[in-house]
């Protein structure tokens, strides 16, 4: 686990060490440490208020920690100033709970936003990628759809336009807040095909962000748990299902999503 | 209430330690405090929006967009407005100038009130409950549904992408809209006085010219550039600090609207007293 920090490691993608932020007087990471696995998927489990979207907005530089270290690529992003930054970010796609699209643009201009931002491309390479991405992800077929604006899409299809927007400066890593929160068991198998499939076919790193038991087990690679602000668990679906933690067990158990064989 | 302070077992004396002073100006100031933190945190956002301002990438059609929201769709209504404000303030100043037979005097008295007071005043006020309620809304829902979370990841500042060009837009805009509502005032005042009063144009118009000064509408459109910026930050501060759900746009909207009618109202007084310093002349 130690082996190449400060330099680019074939396995491991990110890499944070001893990761501490308090607000005001309340601790919510204290110490994580935590690899992601390039070309994988990786799942962070916890319950609420254990501090898993400020563990994420961490990984993007939008905030900055105490203490700690998170390497990219073997690159540690704390403490880099703002142009340097904004190209770590780069590396990364944000897939939000609720899609995030901005109301005022339609669906092009959605995906196209961060093309826009970032570079001078011109239109046409811009739109090629854009419909590049709606074929890819099955959104070509609704009609009329480049023209529409996210309050006349459903909640799938907002989902993947957001996908889409955060595939558009191919990332290598993709984060996942709660993706299938407020969906139904369909909409959330759906889902986590989107995540599967997008993996495969991109090649990204995912991170999801999850409190979906099922999900977590049927689509992770390396599953994590962070409980009240450290990692008390972490590894393969098998290998955290053979040693439970009692506390990752009162999490998983209730959700009736995975059974510990081993235990009465 | 929560008086009960367990160092204290001697209740029975009045004492006055310095955590009893502290706590008295504590209540007395406490509300005071916070005002002015709310002040200073406008301020700051004022700062950081003419900052960005000047700062790549220029987005013209976020500028535009804002312009056309504020100005061209705020036009019917302040036409309306203005038009009735005039005519409003011309019959009642008939009224009053008939006891001295000086009804002559109606155009002057139009002009001036409409150029200093009622062209800047209502104006603000009409665009904060159209526009300055509007703003507040779009911004505090994209900030419940994470698009402006979204904005950061893409490296793009929202201060520089959301609030800078609503108060450049509010800036440019509002001196604009008073002037319209300025002319619709006086085609107001014509209708009432010329065409139903009859009075003499030529005395009017005479009368008009003379007095009215081109200093009354810088003054007016001195007062409109500051009540714009009073809107917008009102709104964008609200709108961007919104947390929580629904209910907090809501109450973030009403924050805004009243916050904002009641700067204008206050500022109002304040720059006539600056006025009267500069122009002495043009007070009273």
């Given at each position: 686990?130690?082996n190449?920090?400060?330099?680019?490691?074939?396995?491991?993608?990110?890499?944070?060490?001893?990761?501490?932020?308090?607000?005001?007087?309340?601790?919510?990471?204290?110490?994580?440490?935590?690899?992601?696995?390039?070309?994988?998927?990786?799942?962070?489990?916890?319950?609420?208020?254990?501090?898993?979207?400020?563990l994420?907005k961490?990984?993007m530089?939008?905030?900055?920690?105490?203490?700690g270290?998170?390497y990219?690529?073997?690159?540690?992003?704390?403490?880099?100033?703002?142009?340097?930054i904004?190209?770590?970010?780069?590396?990364?796609?944000?897939?939000?709970?609720?899609a995030?699209?901005?109301?005022?643009l339609?669906?092009?201009?959605?995906?196209?936003?961060?093309?826009?931002?970032?570079y001078r491309?011109?239109?046409?390479e811009?739109?090629?990628?854009?419909?590049?991405?709606?074929?890819?992800?099955?959104?070509?077929?609704?009609?009329?759809?480049?023209?529409?604006?996210?309050?006349?899409?459903?909640?799938?299809?907002?989902?993947?336009?957001?996908?889409?927007?955060?595939?558009v400066?191919?990332?290598?890593?993709?984060?996942?807040?709660?993706?299938?929160?407020?969906?139904?068991?369909?909409a959330?198998?759906?889902?986590?095909?989107?995540?599967?499939?997008?993996?495969?076919?991109?090649?990204?790193?995912?991170?999801?962000?999850?409190?979906?038991?099922?999900?977590?087990?049927?689509?992770?690679?390396?599953?994590?748990?962070?409980?009240?602000?450290?990692?008390?668990?972490?590894?393969?679906?098998?290998?955290?299902?053979?040693?439970?933690?009692?506390?990752?067990?009162?999490?998983?158990?209730?959700?009736?999503?995975?059974?510990?064989?081993?235990?009465? | 209430?929560?008086?009960?302070?367990?160092?204290?077992?001697?209740?029975?004396?009045?004492?006055?330690?310095?955590?009893?002073?502290?706590?008295?100006?504590?209540?007395?100031?406490?509300?005071?405090l916070?005002?002015?933190?709310?002040?200073?945190?406008?301020?700051?956002?004022?700062?950081?929006?003419?900052?960005?301002l000047?700062?790549?990438?220029?987005?013209?059609?976020?500028?535009?967009?804002?312009?056309?929201?504020?100005?061209?769709?705020?036009?019917?209504?302040?036409?309306?407005?203005g038009?009735?404000?005039?005519?409003?303030?011309?019959?009642?100043?008939?009224?009053?100038?008939?006891?001295?037979?000086?009804?002559r005097?109606?155009?002057?008295?139009?002009?001036?009130?409409l150029?200093?007071?009622?062209?800047?005043v209502?104006?603000?006020?009409?665009?904060?409950?159209?526009?300055?309620?509007?703003?507040?809304?779009?911004?505090?829902?994209?900030?419940?549904?994470?698009?402006?979370?979204?904005?950061?990841?893409?490296?793009?500042?929202?201060?520089?992408?959301?609030?800078?060009?609503?108060?450049?837009?509010?800036i440019?805009?509002?001196?604009?809209?008073?002037m319209?509502?300025?002319?619709l005032?006086?085609?107001?005042?014509?209708?009432?006085?010329?065409?139903?009063?009859?009075?003499?144009?030529?005395?009017?118009?005479?009368?008009?010219?003379?007095?009215?000064d081109?200093?009354?509408?810088?003054?007016?459109?001195?007062?409109?550039?500051?009540?714009?910026i009073?809107?917008?930050?009102?709104?964008?501060?609200?709108?961007?600090?919104v947390?929580?759900?629904?209910?907090?746009?809501?109450?973030?909207?009403?924050?805004?609207?009243?916050?904002?009618?009641?700067?204008?109202?206050?500022?109002?007084y304040?720059?006539?007293?600056?006025?009267?310093?500069?122009?002495?002349?043009?007070?009273m």
């Amino acid at each position: 686990m130690t082996n190449g920090i400060g330099t680019r490691d074939e396995r491991w993608q990110i890499q944070i060490r001893g990761l501490r932020k308090s607000f005001g007087s309340q601790q919510v990471l204290r110490g994580v440490d935590l690899d992601f696995e390039r070309g994988k998927t990786n799942i962070v489990i916890g319950g609420s208020g254990q501090g898993k979207s400020v563990l994420m907005k961490h990984l993007m530089g939008l905030l900055q920690p105490d203490s700690g270290h998170i390497y990219v690529d073997g690159e540690d992003i704390v403490g880099l100033d703002e142009v340097a930054i904004a190209k770590v970010q780069r590396k990364f796609g944000m897939v939000f709970q609720y899609a995030a699209l901005f109301d005022s643009l339609n669906v092009v201009e959605n995906i196209a936003f961060p093309l826009i931002e970032r570079y001078r491309l011109p239109r046409s390479e811009i739109l090629e990628r854009v419909r590049d991405l709606l074929r890819r992800l099955d959104l070509d077929n609704v009609p009329g759809v480049e023209e529409k604006f996210p309050a006349e899409l459903s909640g799938g299809m907002r989902k993947r336009v957001g996908l889409a927007r955060a595939l558009v400066d191919r990332p290598q890593i993709l984060l996942y807040d709660e993706p299938t929160t407020g969906l139904d068991p369909i909409a959330t198998k759906n889902v986590d095909e989107m995540i599967r499939r997008t993996a495969d076919d991109f090649g990204v790193t995912s991170v999801v962000i999850s409190h979906d038991m099922a999900s977590t087990f049927r689509i992770g690679d390396r599953v994590a748990m962070l409980y009240d602000g450290t990692i008390i668990a972490c590894g393969t679906p098998a290998e955290l299902l053979a040693a439970p933690d009692p506390r990752l067990r009162e999490f998983v158990e209730p959700s009736g999503a995975v059974k510990f064989e081993a235990l009465s | 209430m929560s008086d009960t302070a367990p160092t204290q077992p001697s209740s029975g004396a009045q004492e006055f330690s310095p955590a009893h002073v502290g706590r008295l100006a504590g209540r007395l100031f406490g509300p005071l405090l916070g005002a002015v933190a709310i002040f200073g945190q406008h301020m700051l956002l004022l700062v950081r929006a003419f900052t960005w301002l000047f700062r790549r990438p220029f987005r013209m059609r976020l500028f535009l967009e804002q312009m056309e929201f504020i100005g061209v769709g705020s036009l019917p209504i302040i036409m309306l407005v203005g038009f009735f404000s005039g005519a409003v303030t011309a019959l009642q100043g008939i009224t009053a100038l008939a006891m001295f037979d000086q009804q002559r005097w109606v155009g002057y008295a139009v002009g001036v009130s409409l150029a200093r007071e009622l062209a800047p005043v209502f104006t603000a006020l009409m665009i904060t409950a159209r526009a300055g309620s509007a703003m507040a809304t779009e911004l505090g829902s994209m900030r419940i549904t994470e698009q402006i979370d979204a904005l950061t990841t893409f490296a793009v500042n929202p201060v520089h992408y959301l609030v800078t060009p609503r108060v450049v837009a509010s800036i440019l805009m509002l001196p604009v809209m008073t002037m319209v509502f300025n002319a619709l005032g006086l085609l107001g005042g014509y209708v009432i006085s010329i065409l139903v009063y009859q009075i003499d144009l030529g005395q009017v118009l005479e009368l008009f010219r003379h007095w009215v000064d081109p200093v009354d509408y810088v003054q007016g459109l001195i007062k409109a550039v500051i009540f714009g910026i009073a809107m917008a930050l009102a709104a964008c501060y609200q709108g961007f600090n919104v947390r929580g759900g629904a209910k907090e746009v809501g109450r973030a909207t009403t924050a805004a609207v009243v916050s904002s009618s009641v700067s204008v109202l206050i500022l109002d007084y304040f720059l006539i007293e600056i006025m009267n310093v500069i122009w002495p002349s043009h007070g009273m």
